[in-house]
Structures are given as C-alpha cells and as structure tokens.
C-alpha cells in the first residue's frame, strides 16, 4: 500500500485554494461547496449524502475526451458542455493529481475573466 493520500476532503480543498487571489467559497444547492474566482465557479465538491466528496472542475478543452474516458471520472452533470469532468471515484487519484486539476481550472477559469478583473486580482496578490 502506499503512503500516498488519495482523493480530497473538504479540509485540503480549502487549504488548496484558500489563498489563491480572488477566491471565495460558499455553500450552493444546499449541498455542495462551490469555489469561485471573481463569482465564476472553478471547483465544486458534494459535502453531503451518497456522492460526499465528488469534485467537479473545468479541463483544458484538447483534455476533455480523454479525462473523462478514465475510470473513476466522467462529464459533469450540467456543466459538461462547459468542458466541465466530474471526479466519480475520487480515492482513484493521488491528492497530488487531485491538486493540480484545481489548480488549472483556477487558471483556466481566471483566464477567461475581463482583463481590467484579472489585473485587479494581481493587485491582490497575498505576500
């Protein structure tokens, strides 16, 4: 077995994306965590019932056919069409892998914001 952690709680999404500039985080539809960037979600994660820690989040378009052809991930229920996956069997991941998908759809998502939002985001950078 290996000493490698695998899937996300909602304590290590937080400590993930807490600090990056721009983001918030809230509760949406009664049962997921939502974090956003600018009020544009990037990472969503169900905190409740049966699918508790399954992790949504935008992909590079090019990687969209072939993340969700992976077992343990599929398109996102209403997002898909937004290059959106949708991590169905999180303990198949290495945290590490986990944390650089947030990472690039944080980037991803932030990229896509008017650029007068994303040069008041690198004012605000923490440090």
């Not at 544009?40 to 992909?59: E, Y």
């Not at 599929?74 to 991941?93: D, G, K, Q």
Request: hydrophobic share 40%; glycine share 4%; net charge negative.
């Amino acid at each position: 077995m290996s000493d490698q952690a695998t899937g996300m709680r909602d304590d290590d999404l937080d400590a993930l994306c807490a600090h990056w500039p721009g983001v918030t985080r809230s509760i949406k539809w009664e049962v997921d965590l939502v974090y956003s960037v600018a009020n544009k979600m990037f990472v969503v994660m169900c905190a409740l019932g049966p699918d508790r820690g399954r992790l949504s989040f935008k992909v590079d378009t090019e990687r969209f056919l072939e993340l969700t052809e992976q077992p343990g991930m599929a398109p996102a229920h209403y997002m898909a069409r937004a290059f959106w996956i949708s991590v169905t069997e999180p303990e198949r991941f290495s945290r590490e892998e986990l944390n650089a998908f947030v990472r690039r759809s944080y980037e991803l998502v932030r990229a896509n914001l008017p650029k007068k939002t994303q040069a008041a985001l690198e004012d605000h950078r923490p440090g």
